[in-house]
DNA sequence: TTGAAAGCGGTACCAA
DNA sequence: TTGGTACCGCTTTCAA
């Protein structure tokens, strides 16, 4: 037993009775090969179990089938559905993933791609990760290697990103909620030092300006992301105004924080029933990560960032890309999906 | 411009002024080097800013660093959690995860491990997918790779996995209820095909058994995992049952569920104070892949399944395996914890 | 302490 | 249509 060898093309070669050469071209089906012999050396693959060395191929010059992958966290839904698209896409065309996670700071950043060079990537993506984009797609071009960044936000660099199109989305809320006859529309979550939600606050300001409806800076309210906080900050925001019919929450947290807080304050205002206190006063909108399942009951409309898409996207933009024509990328922004609340 | 050719070993020699032979024995540290060449030789690699091409040391007959990982579903967040503890603990031994998604079916799960052979990875790791385990096994030790499963449940196959104890996880949140003065507990969602559910039922009734309490069959209700679904249950079943005290869920969105639903039921009944209601009638325990912020202010007491622990701890069970003697691990069984609402 | 050379498993060019 | 063979980048004896 022990170290069992591993089939090689040697193997195979001897078992068909022919060269090396031979195998290899039935391989990869590129010389004219008679089908006799064709046949045989497949039935010699088949019986003997080999597996082509990859290691070996890449080695010679051939492409290695690997694309490099960099992800801040892989347990945030964005990532996680983002990187879920990738392998999808990349293992449809035959190639395959090495995953790093990004745990901390900007020198472990370097370090990430100096490994996945070593491993032969053909391509490098980097999910989520701001600042630095230069030196490392210089670091990454020597080694002629093509390589892309996706993010949730736009990039602080200026280098090519896939990311979602957050002014948009935030219009789409924003729109849906104006043509169901909201005027007064406020906005919960998220923290200003937030790039996404600067974006988004980008595009709700813009479309209550193009509609002509009132804004005002303090109907913004910043807001950490849990329940118990939204609820308060909910509540407080409608005591102190009254008018208001609608609020955007910066994501589902804050969303469902937000209906709890209206529960109660429809309770303790005496309604004798809450579903139509909600209906008749005030509708939330908010942004998802992924359309969720858990979140299937509760009265809010989402507006899905498209994760999976941009993962498929730029998938297919590191397998399309030449490793010379890097520098034409121009940023690919992928729109959201809004989910009206049924009912 | 082009293609820019990557820096070898051999433009280290050349640069240090010494053979490869040597550059290669200061990489590895191996041979005795005097200190000067030493020197020489890394200034060289630095100035070239030189990485060693794993492939080919890989090919040579050194190990090549790579982890195979293929895992079922990405985006649920128990295997996001596994994945991730997965990396963590692969990237603090200098290894890397070549990650495949298991799409569909039987065939396509051979498929997948001869792609991660093909690509010379030194052992696989199969999370979350069920059958066909002695052939995958088989077929990985031919070519001397470890292969070690990871589970929400235990395998149908007779092969090694690391995996929750949930019969300690539902004993957990059982003697939790009943420490805490509940002595009609009933159970909600799940369906009754599904093998981790069949564990934790077993653990939920032992314990009951075990300190003399009641047990009605029809107090296991299954449910769909939706909120509205749960609610539904968890109302008609209270009706039905006025003495029940406690509750315990089977995932986190069904506990949400019933924690609406308690709330109507509440409001319903006309009592003046839904967290009144609650408190004073039915408490609620539910297990939970991960601790989530989402769930921070709802009062059910969550049993979280360790996922990342059994990430790091599959991880370094296959750093330490020899390709050899895996037939000797046996199942690895990983606790679950409990946190309880606060207040 | 260092260098020369033989592979690892393939590919691809050049002959036959 | 096939076979021989020189590599790819690195490690590792074996000599020097």
């Not at 007064?184 to 937030?194: D, E, F, K, Q, T």
């Not at 209550?208 to 109907?219: A, E």
């Not at 309210?221 to 009254?242: F, G, H, K």
């Not at 937000?258 to 304050?265: D, E, S, T």
Request: include cysteine; charged fraction near 20%; aromatic fraction near 4%.
């Amino acid at each position: 037993m022990s170290l069992v060898k591993r089939v090689t093309i040697n193997d195979v070669a001897l078992a068909a009775g022919v060269s090396v050469s031979t195998v290899s071209l039935v391989l990869s089906g590129k010389g004219r090969i008679s089908s006799a012999t064709g046949e045989r050396v497949n039935a010699a693959v088949e019986k003997l179990g080999f597996v082509r060395n990859q290691q070996a191929v890449a080695l010679r010059g051939g492409h290695s089938g690997r694309i490099g992958v960099i992800v801040h966290n892989l347990c945030h839904p964005f990532y996680a559905e983002l990187t879920a698209g990738l392998a999808e896409e990349l293992e449809q065309n035959g190639r395959m993933l090495m995953l790093l996670q990004e745990g901390n700071g900007g020198e472990r950043l370097q370090r990430c791609v100096d490994t996945l060079l070593a491993q032969g990537v053909d391509g490098i993506i980097i999910a989520g990760v701001s600042g630095r984009g230069v030196a490392l797609r210089e670091r990454a071009a020597q080694s002629g290697v093509t390589l892309l960044f996706a993010s949730r936000d736009s990039h602080p660099d200026e280098v090519a990103v896939v990311r979602p199109d957050n002014q948009q989305a935030a219009r789409l809320a924003t729109e849906y909620l104006i043509n169901k006859g909201h005027q007064r529309i406020a906005w919960l979550g998220g923290h200003s030092a937030s790039l996404a939600r600067a974006e988004r606050l980008g595009g709700f300001c813009a479309t209550l300006l193009q509609y002509g409806l009132p804004f005002h800076s303090h109907w913004i309210i910043e807001c950490e992301s849990t329940q118990r906080r939204a609820a308060e900050a909910v509540v407080s925001l409608l005591r102190r105004n009254p008018t208001i019919t609608a609020v955007v929450c910066h994501n589902s947290t804050v969303a469902m924080g937000a209906w709890f807080g209206l529960l109660r304050a429809g309770r303790q205002s005496g309604e004798d029933s809450l579903d139509s206190y909600y209906d008749s006063r005030i509708a939330l909108a908010a942004f998802a990560d992924v359309p969720e399942m858990m979140l299937d009951d509760v009265p809010v409309t989402w507006v899905t960032t498209p994760a999976r898409e941009i993962g498929r996207s730029v998938a297919q933009r590191i397998l399309r890309a030449e490793p010379t024509e890097q520098d034409t990328a121009n940023s690919f922004i992928v729109p959201a999906r809004l989910v009206a609340h049924k009912g």
